[in-house]
């Protein structure tokens, strides 16, 4: 008997979309109040960019550990008490950053809120991979993802709204959150994960992708593969007043660049994905994406960011469209492995794809030192060229998954 498939607009995928949503509003709320509550805290200056930097390698430190751990409950418990659990956790964090008095406390409920938000989008897309028909998996994930970002132009103009009331943006993450908790009560797992588990298969034994070497390989190429999302968002996007300054542009606003940016993204995953389901291959539109991104990171740096605030927005909102493979490297990740291991790779892969932010910035941080260029524009171009030319390897040596029969186990 077939698992029942579902529509592209079921309540997998709206429950999907909506999740996404508060985990992306949840996820950037940190860069777009950083400056502010900074100054709050007293913390001003130069201690801004090393500080920052910290909490967002704590974040990501978070997002690195609980994707491993939800990507197991995953598959051990389901997809479901993943998408529960996880938004439980990371909204009542998000609800008590409002709260927070010192840097430390700051820091710590960050790493929680990663924990947490880790569980999202991977488990998302692993559900409507496993519940809707192959030639629809691509542009569920596209819907998903694109109804996700939008949290991000919310969460701006909730910003905007609250002027210097940072703590109000972290108390609606948090209870937008919870509020969802109720819709979610009312999905299922998939046919395909059940027959799996009622079947007697091991599930989300970790081992397994270590255990072999071709599968390992599999799994470090999905991760790569996902790098240069995350230079555009956690590198220049973050700090890109540091970017507008070292340029000598004046009147630049960065959560606005933020905000700008993740408007471009979602026009960019929403486009991966019916590019995809045209060209019966995400291999090829990943190699799209990488073309337009690497010519817009060249003229970016070439051209000092434009030399004005609205060329540099531009620049900003060209590199988001560039960087919108989100859908893609998730759903390939979903497709890579068996039900067995599916969501064990599919949530622990992107949130990998986050954790290696922690690397990026820490060579970041080494290229630009006295000790290499002493210099903060040459070390980001380089970091560029390093992160793209992995990125362009692993693709290449990535077999297509378009249109893959999912309902198989890994051995």
């Given at each position: 008997m077939q698992p029942k498939q579902?529509?592209?607009?079921?309540?997998?995928?709206?429950?999907?979309?909506?999740?996404?949503?508060?985990?992306?509003?949840?996820?950037?709320?940190?860069?777009?109040?950083?400056?502010?509550?900074?100054?709050?805290?007293?913390i001003v200056g130069d201690a801004q960019q090393e500080i920052g930097e910290n909490v967002i390698n704590?974040?990501?430190?978070?997002?690195?550990?609980?994707?491993?751990?939800?990507?197991?409950?995953?598959?051990?418990?389901?997809?479901?008490?993943?998408?529960?659990?996880?938004?439980?956790?990371?909204?009542?964090?998000?609800?008590?950053?409002?709260?927070?008095?010192?840097?430390?406390?700051?820091?710590?409920?960050r790493f929680v809120a990663g924990l947490g938000l880790a569980g999202e989008l991977g488990a998302s897309i692993t559900m409507t991979s496993e519940m809707l028909p192959k030639e629809k998996r691509g542009l569920a994930a596209a819907v998903i993802a694109t109804s996700g970002v939008m949290g991000t132009i919310v969460g701006y103009f909730v910003s905007?709204?609250?002027?210097?009331?940072?703590?109000?943006?972290?108390?609606?993450?948090?209870?937008?959150?919870?509020?969802?908790?109720?819709?979610?009560?009312?999905?299922?797992?998939?046919?395909?994960?059940?027959?799996?588990?009622?079947?007697?298969?091991?599930?989300?034994?970790?081992?397994?992708?270590?255990?072999?070497?071709?599968?390992f390989f599999r799994f470090l190429r999905a991760i790569i593969i996902g790098l240069p999302t995350w230079y555009v968002i956690g590198v220049v996007i973050t700090f890109s007043e540091r970017f507008a300054k070292e340029f000598g542009i004046a009147g630049f606003d960065q959560p606005k660049s933020l905000m700008l940016q993740y408007v471009a993204l979602a026009f960019g995953d929403l486009t991966g994905g019916i590019l995809a389901n045209y060209?019966?291959?995400?291999?090829?539109?990943?190699?799209?994406?990488?073309?337009?991104?690497?010519?817009?990171?060249?003229?970016?740096?070439?051209?000092?960011?434009?030399?004005?605030?609205?060329?540099?927005?531009?620049f900003c909102m060209a590199m988001g469209f560039g960087a919108g493979i989100s859908v893609l490297y998730i759903t390939m990740s979903a497709?890579?492995?068996?039900?067995?291991?599916?969501?064990?790779?599919?949530?622990?892969?992107?949130?990998?794809?986050?954790?290696?932010?922690?690397?990026?910035?820490?060579?970041?941080?080494?290229?630009?030192?006295?000790?290499?260029?002493?210099?903060?524009?040459?070390?980001?171009?380089?970091?560029?060229?390093?992160?793209?030319?992995c990125s362009w390897i692993a693709v290449f040596y990535t077999r297509e998954t378009f249109g893959r029969d999912m309902n198989y186990i890994e051995k």
């Open positions: 579902y529509g592209l607009f079921s309540l997998p995928v709206i429950v999907g979309s909506l999740g996404f949503f508060v985990d992306i509003y949840d996820l950037q709320v940190f860069a777009l109040t950083r400056i502010i509550s900074f100054r709050e805290l007293g704590w974040q990501m430190a978070g997002l690195m550990l609980g994707g491993i751990i939800w990507g197991v409950l995953g598959d051990k418990r389901g997809r479901k008490s993943v998408l529960f659990g996880s938004i439980l956790v990371y909204s009542l964090a998000t609800l008590a950053n409002g709260f927070v008095q010192d840097i430390t406390t700051y820091t710590v409920l905007k709204l609250s002027g210097d009331n940072w703590r109000l943006c972290y108390y609606i993450g948090g209870a937008m959150g919870l509020a969802l908790l109720f819709l979610r009560m009312r999905i299922f797992d998939s046919g395909m994960y059940k027959s799996a588990k009622d079947g007697g298969v091991q599930m989300g034994n970790l081992s397994m992708l270590v255990n072999s070497k071709e599968r060209l019966k291959s995400r291999k090829k539109t990943l190699y799209f994406f990488y073309i337009f991104l690497s010519i817009t990171i060249a003229l970016f740096f070439i051209t000092k960011g434009g030399g004005s605030a609205t060329n540099m927005y531009l497709e890579q492995f068996g039900t067995n291991l599916r969501a064990t790779a599919a949530i622990s892969i992107p949130n990998l794809v986050r954790g290696f932010l922690i690397l990026m910035l820490l060579l970041f941080k080494f290229l630009r030192s006295d000790q290499v260029f002493n210099d903060y524009i040459t070390g980001a171009w380089v970091l560029a060229i390093v992160v793209m030319l």
